[in-house]
C-alpha cells in the first residue's frame, strides 16, 4: 500500500514528525536509527521515505562505510518554509483568536503524548503573528483570554496509540476488529466494525461505526476499545451517512430514540434556556410571567429525562404525558430512597 498525505493523519503523523527529527541531525540516521527510533520495519522505513518524498521532503543520502548509508535532509530546507506561494503570511488578529481558542480547547489530550507539541506549535506560530501582537506582554494576554478547562475530561493517556490506529482505519477506510467493553453488558466482547467518523463529545472522544454484520451505524465510546488490528479490507463509506446530521438531531449522543417534547421553565431559568441552542427543529414561547415553554423534537427520551430532572422544581413537562409519568415516578422513588 502506498502512503499518501490522508496517512499522516493517523499513526503516521507522529513517526514523520520523528522521522525529520533524526535525520535534521548532522548525522542524519540510518535505516537501523529509524528502524529502533520509531519503532518500525524496514519496510515501513521505506513506506515513510516514500511519504516524505510525495510531500517534498529534499532527503538525500550519505554514504559511511561502502555498506552503510545515513540519511539527511537539505540543510536550507531546515530553515524555511518549504512549498507555500502565498503573497502574505501574517495571521490577523481573529485568526489568532481562533488559534488560541483551538489550542486551548485541546484539553482532551493534555494528558497524552501529543499535548508535547502544542508548546512548539505556539512557538513557531510567532513567526505569523502582525508585529503589534509579538511582544511578550500581548502574548501573555493571549494566554490569558483561554484557558482550558479539566472537569469532566477523560484521560487518554497511554492512548495514543489507539486514537492514531483509528484515524488511520478512519482515513485509508479499513475494517477492524477489537475487543470492547459494553457498559450496558458490563463485559468485554470482540467486535468487527468499519469506523466512519471520530468526534468529541461532553470531555471524550466516541465514534461513529457500522457494526458487523448487519453493518448497522452504532456509537462507541473510543477510550473502552482495546488494540485495534487493522485489516486489509477497504469498505464503501455509506452513502447515506450523514454524522452532522445525527449529531445535530440528537440531545446528547443517543440516536434512533426520537421524542417530541413540550416543557414549562419558570422565570429564574428562562434566560439560561434562551441562551442556548437545545436541539435543531425547536420553538420557544415567552409568557407574560416571564417563564418560558420550549417545544423540541430531538432523540433521546432518558438523556431528556436526566437533564429535566436537574432543573428540579423550576421545569415540568407539559408533553408527552409518558415522560412526565416517568419523571413523578422517579421523583417518588427518590422520596423513599432519602426516606422522604
Not at 467518523?197 to 448497522?216: C, D, M, R, S, V
Request: proline share 4%; hydrophobic share 40%.
Amino acid at each position: 500500500m502506498k502512503y499518501t498525505y490522508s496517512n499522516m493523519l493517523g499513526r503516521n503523523l507522529i513517526k514523520v514528525m520523528a522521522a525529520v527529527k533524526l535525520m535534521a541531525r548532522v548525522q542524519g540516521a540510518t535505516i537501523n536509527d529509524l528502524m529502533e527510533g520509531l519503532g518500525i520495519s524496514r519496510r515501513s522505513v521505506y513506506r515513510l521515505f516514500d511519504t516524505l518524498n510525495e510531500l517534498n521532503f529534499p532527503l538525500y543520502e550519505q554514504d559511511l562505510d561502502g555498506r552503510t548509508k545515513s540519511w539527511h535532509l537539505q540543510e536550507d530546507f531546515l530553515t524555511k518554509l518549504p512549498n507555500l506561494d502565498l503573497p502574505h503570511l501574517e495571521l490577523t488578529r481573529e485568526e489568532v483568536l481562533v488559534l488560541y481558542l483551538l489550542i486551548s480547547r485541546g484539553n482532551i489530550l493534555g494528558m497524552t503524548e501529543l499535548n508535547h507539541y502544542i508548546p512548539s506549535i505556539r512557538k513557531k506560530l510567532e513567526a505569523f503573528l502582525p508585529m503589534d501582537t509579538r511582544a511578550e506582554q500581548v502574548r501573555k494576554k493571549l494566554d490569558d483570554i483561554f484557558i482550558p478547562a479539566y472537569q469532566g475530561i477523560k484521560d487518554y493517556s497511554g492512548k495514543e496509540e489507539l486514537l492514531d490506529d483509528l484515524m488511520t482505519a478512519i482515513t485509508e477506510q479499513r475494517t477492524c476488529s477489537a475487543e470492547y467493553h459494553s457498559f450496558s453488558r458490563d463485559k468485554r466482547h470482540s467486535i468487527t466494525f468499519n469506523p466512519l467518523k471520530l468526534f468529541e463529545w461532553n470531555g471524550g472522544f466516541y465514534a461513529f461505526i457500522q457494526l458487523h454484520p448487519e453493518l448497522e451505524i452504532r456509537t462507541i465510546a473510543v477510550e473502552r476499545l482495546g488494540d485495534i488490528s487493522l485489516s486489509e479490507d477497504c469498505f464503501a463509506y455509506p452513502e447515506n451517512f450523514d454524522a452532522e446530521a445525527m449529531l445535530s438531531s440528537a440531545f446528547t449522543i443517543t440516536f434512533n430514540d426520537p421524542i417530541r417534547v413540550k416543557i414549562w421553565f419558570d422565570r429564574s431559568q428562562a434566560n439560561y434556556i434562551k441562551e442556548k441552542r437545545w436541539a435543531k427543529n425547536q420553538s420557544l414561547t415567552e409568557n407574560d410571567d416571564e417563564s418560558l415553554i420550549l417545544e423540541m423534537e430531538t432523540s433521546g427520551v432518558q438523556d431528556v429525562k436526566r437533564w429535566l430532572l436537574s432543573f428540579g422544581p423550576h421545569a415540568k413537562v407539559l408533553e408527552p404525558e409518558s415522560l412526565a409519568r416517568e419523571i413523578r415516578d422517579d421523583i417518588s422513588r427518590m422520596n423513599k430512597t432519602y426516606d422522604l
